[in-house]
């Protein structure tokens, strides 16, 4: 059975900082690029970062480069964002996903976490 388990959300004032931790099981979690989106209420999900099976690359929204930061643990199936400097714009909830392609990009799988809130206010 897949899961993608978002935990770290929670209330901020604004500069603060958060980490969300993302655990995974179920699938062969190195063989696959994960991904971190938000989404709030009426707007369409947006990609926030993106970082690659092995880690070797990262891909981040311009809304947040040199704030967050995107990592993972191959070894222990769990995928970070660290988020610095937070502003009121980033409330959200934020979802984990992890996707997988085939050389030719057809996708193999794609999976969503539950969703952790996270919330910027003085």
């Known amino acids: 059975q897949v899961q993608l388990v978002e935990s770290g959300g929670g209330s901020v004032q604004p500069g603060g900082s958060l980490r969300l931790s993302c655990a995974a099981s179920g699938f062969t979690f190195s063989g696959a690029s994960m991904s971190w989106y938000r989404q709030v209420p009426g707007k369409e999900r947006e990609l926030v970062a993106t970082?690659?099976?092995?880690?070797?690359?990262?891909d981040y929204a311009d809304s947040v480069k040199g704030r967050f930061t995107i990592s993972r643990d191959n070894a222990n199936n769990t995928v970070y964002l660290q988020m610095n400097a937070l502003k009121p714009d980033d409330t959200a909830v934020y979802y984990c996903?992890?996707?997988?392609?085939?050389?030719?990009?057809?996708?193999?799988?794609?999976?969503w976490g539950q969703g952790t809130q996270v919330t910027v206010s003085s």
């Open positions: 970082i690659t099976s092995a880690g070797g690359k990262t």
């Open positions: 996903n992890a996707l997988r392609r085939t050389s030719w990009g057809t996708i193999v799988y794609r999976y």
